[in-house]
């Protein structure tokens, strides 16, 4: 029937190209998702954590605070 047309021929390729293209896309889509998640969970961190209530100085008018 549609042997003789040149689109009947290719349409297998063109399907695997859109389904490469569309994994690659996914793929790029996931990857960069990824990235910026690790990025805003690295900024929100805290540098540091008190433990300890040890750890804590309050100081008023050059003077230390004590319990």
Do not use: H, Y
Not at 3 to 10: C, H, K, R
């Amino acid at each position: 029937m549609l042997s003789g047309f040149p689109w009947a021929i290719t349409t297998p390729m063109l399907r695997t190209e859109r389904r490469i293209k569309m994994v690659q896309a996914i793929w790029r889509t996931l990857a960069v998702s990824s990235l910026a998640g690790g990025l805003i969970w690295a900024t929100t961190r805290p540098i540091w954590v008190l433990r300890e209530s040890d750890q804590v100085v309050m100081k008023v008018n050059n003077s230390c605070l004590t319990k």
